[in-house]
């Protein structure tokens, strides 16, 4: 589903990506892990685009998005993504939130983008919060909400990146939990982050990332198992 060659990005002198070659196939789910400052914030970034790469390919669907001429709009469609910081436009209600890019980009109508609103809120257990505003919701309420906000895109890919890490502990749960039900319903995900159980339960296939490469990878259970390189071994001993 997403082809990564030779993907490098600096930011002036500073380089961040440093050479990545990797395929994520349709229906993994992938947990990328990593100490802070490695680049995993910017290699999801360069996946949908909000970061420019400074060479290399990426390719989504058989489709080059780092061709100049590509599709940023369409490609941006096909990928949710889930920030730390939620994200929500505090000033507009939360089903707006929901509806605001599908009708503007013309993929609903406005009555087709709430009734698909109203059904996502049902479906997350937020419907009574339909018309109230995010800052008027907890943090794990808000998170679920633009967790709803990406899928009412209906992105072939989800990436998260760092979901629960500004939540209040009490609230990781609720969270990881709906995160959880989308890796059942089969949701092709890239997921950045420090929750190891998640990885565990979730993860086909676990990453980490230093100094802008991807220096080891594996099923969960091998991974936490078995650590070879040394940077992991070090990292892992200071999260598990
Ligand atoms: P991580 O998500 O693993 O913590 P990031 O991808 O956010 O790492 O950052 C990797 C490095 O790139 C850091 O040194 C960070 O300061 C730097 N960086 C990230 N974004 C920018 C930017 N827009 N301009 C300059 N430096 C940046
Ligand atoms: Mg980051």
Redesign the pocket.
């Known amino acids: 589903m997403i082809d990564v060659k030779d993907l490098s990005k600096s930011?002036?002198n500073?380089h961040?990506l440093n050479g990545i070659n990797e395929h994520i196939y349709k229906g993994e789910k992938v947990v990328i892990i990593?100490?802070?400052?490695?680049?995993?914030?910017?290699?999801?970034?360069c996946l949908n685009l909000m970061?420019k790469p400074t060479s290399g390919s990426i390719c989504v669907e058989g489709e080059y998005i780092t061709d100049r001429k590509a599709n940023v709009n369409l490609i941006r469609r096909k990928m949710g993504m889930v920030f730390q910081h939620f994200n929500l436009f505090p000033h507009l209600t939360i089903k707006k939130n929901i509806t605001l890019a599908p009708v503007k980009l013309g993929l609903m109508t406005k009555e087709e983008a709430d009734a698909e609103a109203m059904r996502l809120l049902e479906r997350v257990g937020l419907a009574d919060k339909a018309d109230a505003y995010p800052p008027q919701l907890s943090g794990g309420q808000k998170q679920r909400i633009a967790i709803v906000r990406a899928l009412a895109m209906k992105p072939d890919v989800m990436l998260f990146?760092?979901p629960t890490s500004a939540l209040d502990p009490e609230m990781v749960g609720e969270v990881l939990d709906l995160m959880k039900q989308l890796a059942d319903d089969g949701m092709t995900m890239v997921v950045?982050t420090h929750e190891m159980g998640f990885a565990r339960e979730v993860a086909s296939r676990v990453m980490f990332?230093s100094d802008?490469q991807i220096v080891e990878q594996g099923p969960p259970d091998e991974f936490f198992a078995n650590p070879k390189n040394p940077r992991l071994k070090d990292f892992l001993s200071k999260v598990l």
Do not use: I
Request: net charge negative; aromatic share 10%.
């Open positions: 930011f002036g500073l961040v990593g100490p802070s400052g490695s680049g995993k914030s910017t290699f999801l970034r970061e990146d760092e950045v990332m802008g």
